[in-house]
């Protein structure tokens, strides 16, 4: 049995991949709030100068680009909606903030370290739950 933390090491490594999120992240928020999807590295290292990337779903979206400090490009959905934490990057924190989120930005993202040895890639899932408004006394069509 001492061998298999070994074998599981070992198969880590030779994947060149780290997935961190080996049972997942659920972030739940309700429609129009803002949502923090967390990613940072156990080691805590400086990340300032390193390359992060955001994505969506099968589909790809890049949702956030960071190059060593440079935010590049990003789908239309996500346009003035997305941030990082610029002062925690040095505490290897590559979180970000989507905010007045809507249905549509429900669903897995990833965040990815592509230079990193292993690459290293975490999962997040976002579920956006539809606000439920009291409409009690409301004269809706139908209704009796």
């Known amino acids: 049995m001492e061998l298999l933390p070994l074998v599981c090491l070992c198969l880590l490594s030779c994947s060149g991949e780290t997935s961190a999120a080996g049972d997942g992240v659920k972030v739940v928020v309700e429609e129009d709030d803002d949502a923090v999807l967390p990613c940072s590295?156990?080691?805590k290292e400086d990340i300032t100068g390193k390359t992060f990337d955001w994505r969506k779903?099968?589909?790809r979206q890049e949702v956030?680009?960071?190059d060593s400090g440079i935010f590049t490009s990003?789908?239309?959905q996500f346009i003035d909606r997305v941030s990082h934490f610029q002062d925690q990057l040095k505490n290897g924190d590559a979180s970000i903030k989507i905010t007045k989120t809507k249905m549509a930005d429900s669903g897995n993202y990833s965040c990815i370290f592509p230079h990193l040895q292993p690459r290293q890639t975490?999962?997040?899932e976002l579920v956006v739950g539809q606000v439920l408004r009291?409409?009690?006394?409301?004269?809706?069509p139908g209704e009796s």
Do not use: K
Request: glycine share 4%; net charge negative.
């Open 41 to 43: 590295l156990s080691t």
């Open 57 to 59: 779903d099968e589909r």
């Open 64 to 66: 956030f680009f960071y």
């Open 74 to 76: 990003q789908d239309q």
């Open 122 to 124: 975490f999962i997040i």
């Open 134 to 140: 009291d409409r009690t006394g409301e004269n809706i």
